[in-house]
């Protein structure tokens, strides 16, 4: 009867209230976060209040945790409802703060760049976005940045294909609108003169918006596209631009180039037959 008398009492035990107060924290910590993300997407502010925002709700996030912890601490000595909660927190809060710490993780040994293009010497323009980036931020940043990133993305060079420039043109428009980039210029080339992409992407996530350049020439073998992506903010872009540009390069190859006839495949010992008008000798 005691048994059951002590089990009565700790269901009506209210839960602890550093479990309660680290679950509120972390829902509203995650509605911060979502309220950043939708502000930047839905462009109603600009990017500083959006960085503030965000970096609210990752203030937030950590601070749930830690007070779940307390929790978890409280409830081992004191004993009584309340780990759920607690561990909703502790969920929540390592959900937020996951993906910015993957990046820093993954940004540590990366240089701290935030523009990338195949051709450091002359790099793609950017024409129409320039009027959307910050002043002084559409010039290329120069040989430093581009021995940085020779260093650590050895692989990204123009692409060669072995057919005309409209149809490495068409090849990467084609991919552009698959991925769902908002173009803002492609105008039709002048004689004897190059083609050219300007597209903003935008990350998965938050939605941040980086400009991407395609430049398009006719060169003695067939056509030789470059690509430019840079971020319009911060210093680093973690690796992003450069991926998104090794990526497009693929894509545009897959595109543009036709695909190789399969030959016919011989069996050993077997005769090919000759074609009409085509006589063996004798």
């Not at 910590?29 to 930047?40: G, R």
């Not at 105008?187 to 430049?215: C, K, Q, S, Y």
């Not at 030789?224 to 894509?251: E, H, K, M, P, Q």
């Not at 016919?264 to 009409?276: E, L, S, T």
């Amino acid at each position: 009867m005691a048994l059951v008398m002590s089990r009565l009492r700790a269901l009506e035990e209210p839960p602890s209230r550093l479990a309660i107060w680290s679950r509120r924290i972390g829902v509203f910590s995650l509605a911060v976060a979502a309220l950043a993300i939708l502000i930047e997407r839905a462009d109603l502010l600009e990017i500083v209040p959006v960085l503030v925002t965000f970096g609210a709700a990752l203030v937030l996030a950590g601070l749930a945790i830690l007070v779940a912890f307390a929790s978890f601490v409280s409830l081992w000595i004191n004993g009584g409802p309340g780990f759920f909660q607690a561990m909703t927190a502790v969920v929540i809060g390592a959900g937020l703060l996951g993906y910015p710490g993957y990046l820093v993780y993954k940004g540590y040994n990366l240089p701290a760049i935030k523009d990338i293009t195949t051709d450091p010497i002359d790099p793609p323009r950017f024409e129409v976005v320039a009027r959307l980036r910050p002043p002084n931020s559409s010039l290329y940043p120069g040989l430093a940045t581009a021995e940085l990133q020779k260093e650590a993305w050895p692989d990204i060079e123009p692409l060669l294909v072995t057919v005309s420039a409209k149809a490495a043109y068409d090849g990467a428009m084609a991919v552009i609108t698959k991925r769902k980039w908002r173009v803002v210029d492609s105008r039709p080339p002048l004689p004897n003169r190059e083609w050219h992409i300007e597209a903003i992407a935008r990350t998965p996530i938050m939605g941040f918006r980086d400009d991407v350049a395609v430049r398009i020439r006719t060169v003695r073998e067939g056509a030789r596209v470059d690509v430019r992506s840079a971020s319009r903010y911060g210093y680093s872009d973690f690796g992003t631009n450069a991926t998104r540009v090794l990526a497009l390069i693929d894509d545009i190859d897959d595109a543009a180039t036709p695909e190789k006839p399969e030959r016919p495949q011989v069996k050993p010992g077997a005769k090919i037959a000759a074609k009409p008008g085509q006589g063996g000798k004798r």
